[in-house]
């Protein structure tokens, strides 16, 4: 016999690095032992009493104890123990003075309802409340899964003594439905279905001989009810291989049980490691070969990219993966074990759901691995001026993947005080942000979606042009408690993506310096331009400037105060076409270094 396990039983210690470094709790359930209710559990329920006088009763309860085998062959049934007490509060018996019979159930093991009835003690007075025990037989589904067991009705099936009318009174039948109400707990327990599978191992003897075993596989599971599509999945996994007595020699064996587990077309070989074992026995007494592996070891599954209602879980053929150690020597010993009837056998199935939005990220906390879908924006401006303090507000959503989610609620996990670390990244130089969680949910179903604010960190506006900003890797820091460790633990949980992602670009201003305009001082003119000489026709006229040290001087001659073509010299001839007219002068003074000035002498005017 060959007796593996793997558990995700370390889920203890998802809220505490410090459960990781001690012993790990183990989930309550032991094969081959019964377990049961650690206190009744106590379901809403609304009962119907009909008759001349009909009650609804919607506050009524039934508070049950299982007590059930934590293991059962699929697609078979097994005898479990019911213990409940049937409430019908506030209900009005009247004259009624005895009510005996029992009550009709309705349970449902992981979509099987069975149907079972289990006496009640006879009612004479008091509380409306009736209370049985006894063995019920209960069926399973045809497929691998840990089993929740739940109550879907209750009927009370009895008759009631009235004592009235004629001598003795009157007993009529007395039924009460009772239906489960809406939000109330229903789960009154579990129970393993467990599957047995033929196989042929062939063992090759030293010289090539062969030797058909066979062998039954007897597998155990918790698969999931729907996993992420292109996400890994983890099950609790017992699997043991009976081999028909052979002798195997005084060999030590060592390696794998290697199972090939298939969803939706994509198979992930599962090796379970065995501890070394020296079967023993002899030829003439060959004995059951047993190997045993870990029990709290780690059964992660990929599921297939597309999405798909009820995907068929499979195995297919197996190999006991093993080395032989005998006399110091170490050679490969592997038993290939064919299906009987070849293919594959179905384990359950699957709803392969659709991922949510989001950059895909992988986080890690203590050895487990999974998916975070991460969606990050920022508030960005059109443009920043250079030189200028620059550091946009960002707002992170981040939906876990199925695995981590149903993890947490799976051990009652609580996440407070989240902050995260976020590298940034600006046209590819590495920079540093912040987020603060305002939401750290672990809702009952569905998906588990965090929100978180924050800042991108100073951005360099040193350099006009455009700035990329994208957001890479973050680190969550937070608190934790969970149903093992109730105070508030410390956890920390990076995440990793593949490529940054982008958050938007923004232009950078460039901003030229505008210098002042220096300060010219104006030339100093000591007088005024005059004009000398005789205002008549034939005669000429000359313009006698002011004095301006270092200054050159440039003339304009006007009459009646307008531009006189191509009279720019010092002086000016009178012709016949000025006589009669105001002849003035425009004086301009220009020096290097100083604001020119211009002067306009008197006018004079032109005799005949």
Not at 450 to 468: C, E, L, R, S
Request: one cysteine or more.
């Amino acid at each position: 016999m060959i007796r593996l396990t793997r558990s995700r039983r370390r889920l203890a210690a998802l809220a505490s690095t410090a459960l990781a470094a001690g012993t790990l709790a183990v989930l309550p359930g032991v094969a081959g032992l019964t377990s049961a209710s650690a206190a009744p559990v106590t379901t809403g329920m609304t009962c119907q009493i009909s008759g001349s006088f009909p009650q609804t009763l919607a506050a009524s309860t039934l508070a049950t104890t299982l007590t059930a085998p934590t293991a059962a062959s699929a697609d078979d049934d097994f005898d479990a123990t019911l213990a409940y007490t049937l409430t019908l509060t506030d209900a009005a018996f009247g004259p009624i003075d005895n009510i005996a019979g029992k009550v009709d159930f309705v349970l449902d093991v992981g979509g099987e309802e069975s149907s079972v009835s289990v006496p009640f003690t006879t009612w004479t007075s008091g509380a409306p409340a009736f209370s049985g025990s006894g063995t019920v037989t209960l069926n399973t589904p045809n497929n691998v899964d840990l089993q929740d067991i739940k109550v879907v009705s209750a009927a009370l099936n009895s008759t009631a003594h009235v004592n009235a009318g004629p001598p003795g009174g009157v007993t009529t039948p007395f039924a009460v439905p009772c239906t489960t109400n809406a939000g109330a707990t229903t789960k009154i327990g579990t129970v393993a279905t467990t599957k047995s599978i033929a196989y042929d191992c062939v063992m090759t003897q030293p010289g090539g001989a062969t030797t058909h075993i066979a062998s039954t596989l007897k597998l155990q599971a918790d698969f999931p009810d729907a996993i992420t599509a292109g996400e890994t999945y983890e099950s609790n996994v017992t699997a043991t291989l009976d081999m028909t007595p052979t002798y195997l020699g005084p060999v030590t064996f060592n390696g794998t049980i290697d199972l090939p587990i298939s969803l939706g077309g994509t198979t992930t070989t599962v090796a379970f490691p065995i501890t070394a074992n020296t079967p023993g026995g002899s030829g003439g007494a060959p004995p059951h070969p047993v190997f045993t592996g870990p029990a709290k070891s780690l059964s992660v599954v990929t599921g297939p990219a597309a999405t798909s209602t009820d995907s068929p879980i499979t195995l297919g053929d197996i190999t006991a993966n093993f080395t032989g150690s005998v006399g110091g020597a170490t050679q490969p010993s592997r038993f290939p074990c064919t299906l009987v009837g070849g293919g594959t056998t179905t384990l359950n199935s699957t709803d392969v759901e659709a991922a949510p939005a989001g950059v895909k990220y992988t986080c890690t906390y203590l050895d487990w691995t999974f998916p975070a879908y991460v969606t990050t924006t920022a508030t960005l401006p059109a443009a920043v001026n250079e030189d200028t303090a620059f550091n946009p507000a960002v707002a992170t959503s981040l939906t876990w993947g199925r695995f981590w989610a149903t993890s947490s609620r799976n051990i009652l996990a609580s996440y407070t005080d989240g902050t995260a670390a976020l590298v940034t990244s600006t046209n590819g130089k590495a920079g540093a942000g912040s987020l603060t969680f305002s939401s750290t949910p672990v809702p009952a179903t569905g998906a588990m979606t965090w929100t978180a604010a924050g800042t991108y960190g100073a951005v360099d506006t040193a350099n006009p042009g455009q700035a990329a900003l994208a957001v890479g890797n973050f680190t969550i820091k937070l608190k934790t408690t969970n149903k093992f460790v109730p105070v508030a633990t410390p956890a920390e949980i990076p995440c990793t993506v593949g490529a940054a992602q982008a958050l938007g670009t923004v232009k950078i201003n460039d901003v030229v310096e505008q210098q002042p305009a220096p300060t010219v001082t104006a030339i100093k003119v000591a007088g005024l331009v005059k004009i000398t000489g005789t205002p008549k026709v034939g005669k000429k006229l000359t313009a006698v400037p002011g004095k301006a040290a270092g200054a050159t001087v440039k003339y304009q001659w006007l009459s009646n105060g307008k531009v006189i073509k191509k009279a720019t010299g010092k002086t000016l001839k009178l012709t016949k076409s000025l006589k009669g007219k105001k002849i003035s002068v425009k004086a301009t003074y220009a020096k290097t270094g100083f604001k020119s000035v211009t002067q306009t002498s008197k006018a004079v005017k032109v005799k005949k």
